[in-house]
T-cell receptor
Framework: GAVVSQHPSRVICKSGTSVKIECRSLDFQATTMFWYRQFPKQSLMLMATSNEGSKATYEQGVEKDKFLINHASLTLSTLTVTSAHPEDSSFYIC????????????FGPGTRLTVL | KQEVTQIPAALSVPEGENLVLNCSFTDSAIYNLQWFRQDPGKGLTSLLLIQSSQREQTSGRLNASLDKSSGRSTLYIAASQPGDSATYLCAVRPGSNYKLTFGKGTLLTVNP
């Protein structure tokens, strides 16, 4: 399967700052990337879907101006949390899928964001 | 709106036991169902994927079944080991798009 990395794995920031999280598909052409958020003891909730070279599609209730997603290439997508607040503290996970991956989504290891 | 429920929320068993994890979904019009494993603070590892036309899939000690009409799937783990301790998530894909709806997971602890 595809190898997906995320950077950073953990980040702590002050309230009001912006944080960028990278998701890289190391050996797989990811035509579609997904960003999920997971609160403690909760399910993964899809935030947005991005196709390479296109604007992301956000799920209902997710602010597109707060969670900026860029999918500029087949191997890289970034999620920027702008003006982060403590309620944005969560575990953010990306996943990728592509034309050669069949129906499987491959997940990254996640990024733990803590906003003080 | 699709809802996915996993029962039990937590399960603790002694090593060597066979066990069953349950997943139910409200809308039977699914494309496929996938079982994942998540270790604490980590991402997801895909275990088994069952297409809507299939009844079961097997990988090693794992067997997943799917009864689409009743909205149920089970993950059977044979001869459990302490290394199987993790949270197990099931997710359904509704159709041609790739969106997945996840359950909250079952936290499995296998005691040596």
């Amino acid at each position: 399967g595809a190898v997906v990395s995320q950077h950073p794995s953990r980040v702590i920031c002050k309230s009001g700052t912006s944080v960028k999280i990278e998701c890289r598909s190391l050996d797989f052409q990811a035509t579609t990337m997904f960003w999920y958020r997971q609160f403690p003891k909760q399910s993964l909730m899809l935030m947005a879907t991005s196709n390479e070279g296109s604007k992301a599609t956000y799920e209902q209730g997710v602010e597109k101006d707060k969670f900026l997603i860029n999918h500029a290439s087949l191997t890289l997508s970034t999620l920027t949390v702008t003006s982060a607040h403590p309620e944005d503290s969560s575990f953010y996970i990306c996943s990728v899928t592509g034309t050669s991956g069949g129906d499987t989504q491959y997940f990254g290891p996640g990024t733990r964001l803590t906003v003080l | 709106k699709q809802e996915v429920t996993q029962i039990p929320a937590a399960l603790s068993v002694p090593e060597g036991e066979n066990l069953v994890l349950n997943c139910s979904f409200t809308d039977s019009a699914i494309y496929n169902l996938q079982w994942f494993r998540q270790d604490p603070g980590k991402g997801l590892t895909s275990l088994l994927l069952i297409q809507s036309s299939q009844r079961e899939q097997t990988s090693g000690r794992l067997n997943a079944s799917l009864d689409k009409s009743s909205g149920r799937s089970t993950l059977y783990i044979a001869a459990s080991q302490p290394g199987d301790s993790a949270t197990y998530l099931c997710a359904v894909r509704p159709g041609s798009n790739y969106k997945l709806t996840f359950g909250k997971g079952t936290l499995l602890t296998v005691n040596p």
